[in-house]
T-cell receptor, first 114, second 114 residues
Framework: NAGVTQTPKFRVLKTGQSMTLLCAQD?????MYWYRQDPGMGLRLIHY???????AKGEVPDGYNVSRLKKQNFLLGLESAAPSQTSVYFC?????????????FGAGSRLTVL | GNSVTQMEGPVTLSEEAFLTINCTYT??????LFWYVQYPGEGLQLLLK?????DKGSNKGFEATYRKETTSFHLEKGSVQVSDSAVYFC?????????????FGAGTRLAVHP
């Protein structure tokens, strides 16, 4: 099983450029999430989706947009990249949304903004 | 607010040593508690979880007990192996605005040497 696949794995951008990170899951999960991981700060939720066609803001949504046009895909976009968005981005998905919910993560996408 | 505090790393041990990684939390009510592990170059994966006070989660020789009186969920292993080298994240799940939010600690890097 592929699980959660993220592309690209690495990307270097210049300030002001735009890009899209793609997340694909093959587990028929309803819920999908985008996190960023920064040193000393753990993972912080950017945006999430509770189903196809829906998205919602997490803790740190500013500067990012998302779309969930198909159930298996969750796209994270940066319209005008800033150095503060240099980070490792993780996509995750889950079958349910309860308090005992377990997330399946992708391998991460490392983004550097110069 | 809700938060998770982990001991700072890196933690460096010799093979077969005893491991403890401390985790304490702040939350109202009764969160679920998790340990996720991130091996080099991979995404996070669930190591173990506990959903109520005094529950013990265990997996792959790792254990953690949900201690409500001390608001702690310390991770332990009796004899570590080189293959346990990874970053370990403590997390809690709490309902917030109709969504079960997963809050992560900053992570603790473990390096095990032969």
């Amino acid at each position: 099983n592929a699980g959660v696949t993220q592309t690209p794995k690495f990307r270097v951008l210049k300030t002001g450029q735009s890009m899209t990170l793609l997340c694909a899951q093959d587990m028929n999960h309803e819920y999908m999430y985008w996190y960023r991981q920064d040193p000393g700060m753990g993972l912080r939720l950017i945006h999430y989706s509770v189903g196809e066609g829906t998205t919602a803001k997490g803790e740190v949504p500013d500067g990012y947009n998302v779309s969930r046009l198909k159930k298996q895909n969750f796209l994270l976009g940066l319209e005008s990249a800033a150095p503060s968005q240099t980070s490792v981005y993780f996509c995750a998905s889950s079958y349910s949304q309860g308090r005992t919910n377990v997330l399946t993560f992708g391998a991460g996408s490392r983004l550097t903004v110069l | 607010g809700n938060s998770v505090t982990q001991m700072e790393g890196p933690v460096t041990l010799s093979e077969e040593a005893f491991l403890t990684i401390n985790c304490t939390y702040t939350a109202t009510g009764y969160p679920s508690l998790f340990w996720y592990v991130q091996y080099p170059g991979e995404g996070l994966q669930l190591l173990l979880k506990a959903t109520k006070a005094d529950d013990k989660g265990s997996n792959k020789g790792f254990e953690a007990t949900y201690r409500k009186e001390t608001t702690s969920f310390h991770l332990e292993k009796g004899s570590v192996q080189v293959s346990d080298s990874a970053v370990y994240f403590c997390a809690l799940s709490r309902e917030s605005g109709g969504y079960n939010k997963l809050i992560f600690g900053a992570g603790t890097r473990l390096a095990v040497h032969p």
